[in-house]
């Protein structure tokens, strides 16, 4: 608990390059520590206009702002091989020592179908990841030995080959996931968990599991725990509600969206979305109080670090609410 610290979560689908790392450095000034940003090729929907390459931004941010820099989440399987990952992550570690953790997520059909491979059902998706992550862990561990490492498996092949550039330190590999059996997965292979708002007892469930999946490989510590929480917060309620609707519907989607592949159907989708949906999902209110309860709860479920996004157009008068009234609440 004495380590928690809490971020912004940079949505990058809703921002250009520049506003994302001007927010960084903005809220690090204010008392924010560290940013996760997620890899998107797509927004969400068309309003949201923005899909910049994260490895690019989070450079960017790193020689702006000295807090972590995290993905939330980069998936390894379908738009980028395992080794390309292995390699974005190891030269981002590199310039930043110790500063970088990789979110990886076994993906969307919004960002992943792009490139015109078969779009597979969950289950495969996820093996595909996790065979993913022992490529990219046999990288790192390979090249800070010094040598070469290959790879044939069902879904990947990596010929001889190492990462050159190495960072004295390796970045922890947290496994993004809403599923209690995966969680279980990422406990037995992984450095941490990641996941967004949602019930407390479904969060507590996954990180259950999570401990089980470490136990069971006879790993030390308790792993990297991750929460990713949407706020809407305005000055009045009814901009707060106004802007969780048209800035962050997606949050209140009651349906599956792993396999919807465009912005322009998931526009239709959340036209679907009702101010009730937001409940146990986004935080809508002008309390900040409200706001510092609902992250208070799931800073006493043991969280390390819970990152940030607020569905407003002021950004900055955001962060100067929360940095004043709600992070200095926040019990450690």
Request: glycine letters at 10%; a neutral charge.
């Amino acid at each position: 608990m004495s380590d928690l610290r809490i971020g912004i979560a940079a949505m990058l689908e809703r921002f250009t390059p520049r506003e994302a790392v001007d927010l960084a450095r903005y809220a690090e000034a204010a008392g924010f520590s560290g940013v996760m940003a997620s890899d998107h090729i797509q927004p969400w929907t068309p309003t949201q206009g923005n899909a910049p390459f994260v490895w690019n931004v989070l450079t960017a941010i790193g020689e702006h702002t000295r807090g972590e820099i995290g993905t939330g989440a980069v998936v390894p399987t379908f738009r980028m091989h395992p080794a390309a990952v292995a390699h974005a992550s190891a030269t981002l570690a590199a310039m930043n020592p110790g500063r970088h953790w990789l979110g990886l997520g076994a993906g969307e059909a919004l960002n992943e179908h792009v490139v015109g491979r078969y779009w597979p059902e969950p289950a495969d998706r996820i093996n595909r990841l996790f065979e993913a992550v022992e490529i990219i862990q046999k990288l790192f561990a390979g090249s800070r030995a010094g040598r070469d490492v290959r790879h044939r498996g069902e879904h990947f092949t990596l010929e001889s080959s190492r990462l050159w550039t190495v960072p004295a330190e390796t970045p922890p590999i947290v496994i993004a996931t809403a599923g209690p059996v995966t969680a279980k997965r990422a406990g037995r292979t992984a450095d941490g968990i990641m996941t967004v708002g949602a019930p407390l007892d479904r969060i507590a469930t996954l990180f259950a599991r999570f401990d089980d999946g470490r136990r069971e490989s006879g790993r030390r510590g308790g792993g990297l725990k991750i929460v990713q929480l949407h706020h809407s917060w305005a000055p009045t309620e009814e901009e707060a509600l106004a802007n969780a609707l048209a800035h962050w519907p997606v949050g209140g989607l009651r349906v599956g969206r792993g396999d919807i592949r465009s912005p322009a159907e998931f526009e239709q989708l959340v036209k679907m979305v009702r101010p009730e949906d937001f409940d146990g999902r986004v935080v809508v209110s002008s309390d900040p109080d409200v706001h510092r309860a609902a992250i208070q709860r799931y800073a006493d479920l043991g969280v390390d670090r819970i990152h940030l996004h607020n569905a407003s157009v002021d950004q900055r008068a955001w962060v100067d609410v929360f940095a004043r009234d709600v992070l200095p609440k926040v019990k450690r």
